[in-house]
């Protein structure tokens, strides 16, 4: 870890827009998104968002709805992942007694392929096998992630939440880009339909611990609130977490809360990124995060006077 080196403690945690960028980011925009679902193609909306996206853009600051999960739930873990893009995995370096153990974000990322790209009517243990055997970079892992990820997607096939979703019907992996208060939010809606957006959870931890982890994420979930009223104009019904591996969902009624106290902690997470680092590490977080070794050595330094 010799080569850690602070950033500047005056420079911003925000990441701007580089002019070069403003080309691209229309160009996405006018070619790629339309909301289906409810019949929602919503041209209207999308001439309003190019339209928006005139001249005097550049140097605007940019958040993804993950970077605003990741400050909210731990500011030195949002530093460490987006700010330096440290490499999770490469510094966890743990391997379980006679097995071999795979980083939770590559189950993360393969559990959240599988719900993507599962076939109308397509078992999950299928997906799962036709994702694995067609991707190489999981190859290396590829009985690990098979392991691990067959009884969770099982559970699933059988919860009554999977009926639910099933019948929800509603766009997958809907990207958006909005503009709310001069800040441009981006991400990835795992499911959208016009009364519920679903996101898919994959942390380890128990059924008990679910609603204290929904509250970490909350912050992305309001993102993905104003996101879905920016372009479409409805408030969503319900917004929803599904933690897969105890199996739970926590929810939120935004029709009923309203969206001015999710515009208000949204806005008070980039208030706080915009301080800069070093950030604090969260002290309640129980860091089962893959930056747990990194984290160790970093807290004590900062914490040692000169
Ligand atoms: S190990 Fe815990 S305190 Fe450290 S960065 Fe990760 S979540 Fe934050």
């Not at 990441?15 to 403003?22: K, V």
């Not at 699933?156 to 939440?161: K, T």
């Not at 957006?197 to 992305?220: C, H, L, M, N, T």
């Amino acid at each position: 870890m010799g080569d850690y080196s602070p950033l500047d403690e005056g420079s911003s945690g925000a990441r701007r827009l580089p002019a070069g960028d403003l080309s691209r980011l229309r160009e996405r925009l006018v070619a790629g998104e339309t909301i289906s679902g409810d019949g929602l193609s919503d041209e209207d909306a999308l001439a309003a968002r190019v339209g928006e996206l005139g001249a005097g853009l550049e140097g605007l600051d940019i958040f993804t709805a993950t970077e605003i999960a990741d400050f909210s739930r731990c500011p030195l873990r949002y530093e460490f992942a987006h700010l330096r893009r440290l490499p999770g995995d490469w510094i966890l370096e743990e391997r379980e007694e006679g097995g071999q153990a795979v980083a939770g974000h590559v189950v993360g990322t393969l559990l959240h392929e599988v719900l993507e790209r599962a076939r109308r009517g397509e078992p999950l243990a299928k997906a799962l096998d036709r994702i694995l055997r067609g991707r190489g970079e999981y190859a290396r892992n590829a009985e690990a992630l098979r392991a691990e990820c067959l009884p969770i997607l099982a559970a699933l096939e059988q919860s009554r939440f999977y009926e639910r979703l099933s019948a929800l019907g509603g766009e997958r992996e809907l990207s958006f880009s909005v503009f709310l208060e001069g800040i441009i939010f981006e991400g990835k809606i795992d499911r959208y339909a016009p009364d519920e957006i679903i996101d898919f959870k994959s942390d380890s931890i128990s059924a008990d611990e679910a609603p204290v982890y929904a509250e970490g994420y909350r912050a992305q979930m309001d993102v993905y609130a104003l996101a879905a009223w920016r372009l479409t104009g409805r408030v969503p019904g319900r917004v929803t977490l599904y933690f897969l591996r105890p199996g739970v969902e926590v929810g939120w009624d935004y029709a009923a809360d309203g969206l001015a106290q999710a515009e208000r902690r949204v806005l008070a997470a980039v208030e706080a990124i915009r301080k800069g680092p070093p950030y604090a590490a969260r002290p309640e977080d129980d860091c089962r995060c893959e930056y747990k070794n990194l984290c160790r050595i970093i807290a004590a330094r900062r914490s040692t006077p000169g």
